[in-house]
């Protein structure tokens, strides 16, 4: 077993923000005070596993337990990276993970994130049945979220939805 020491995300497109993708991964490394020491795995390994006393399960429950790689998690990681970049537009989005394997039974995960172009709104049309809740959306048309040449996103197309719903329960 190898202790989670780091996740990395690198994307070739300058964009898509690693802040942003950080949200998605199943697995993240044991906090860090100041960026450097792992003060809250410290303190978890200060306990005694044998002992269950009250000092050492109040350094468990202070302490944070060591993240082991999984590499099912990795997996997941990528699928769940791949499937944000599909929804924002990026429809042909590639995420590669590596495991880098370090000294003292430690490893860093890297995504590497190849979003391609992302893909734009060329045209929309809504089609209502009913010529009366048309003429509605129609005439609210104005107020409309979806632009052409604006990148696809789908939680951009389900606010729209949403605000034609409202309007016509009003």
């Known amino acids: ?71 099912l998690a990795n997996e997941q990681s990528s699928k769940e990276l791949r499937k944000h970049l599909e929804n924002k537009g990026y429809l042909n989005a590639q995420v590669k993970d590596t495991i880098l394997y370090k000294k003292g039974r430690k490893a860093t995960v890297v995504y590497n994130v190849v979003p391609g172009t992302p893909y734009t709104i060329a045209d929309h049309q809504i089609k209502i049945a009913d010529p009366v809740l048309d003429i509605l959306v129609q005439e609210d048309s104005a107020n409309s979220l979806i632009e052409l040449g604006k990148p696809f996103d789908t939680g951009l197309l389900d606010k729209e939805r949403e605000r034609i719903s409202t309007l016509l329960r009003n």
């Not at 300058?14 to 993708?21: G, R």
């Not at 306990?47 to 202070?62: A, H, T, V």
């Open 1 to 71: 077993e190898f202790l989670l020491d780091r996740v990395q995300i690198k994307s070739e497109n300058k964009d898509i923000k690693a802040s942003d993708l950080k949200h998605y991964l199943k697995q993240s490394p044991n906090l860090k005070i100041i960026g450097v020491f792992k003060l809250h795995l410290g303190i978890y390994n200060l306990s005694s596993k044998n002992n269950d006393n009250g000092f050492n399960q109040w350094l468990k429950r202070i302490g944070e337990k060591p993240i082991i790689l999984d590499s």
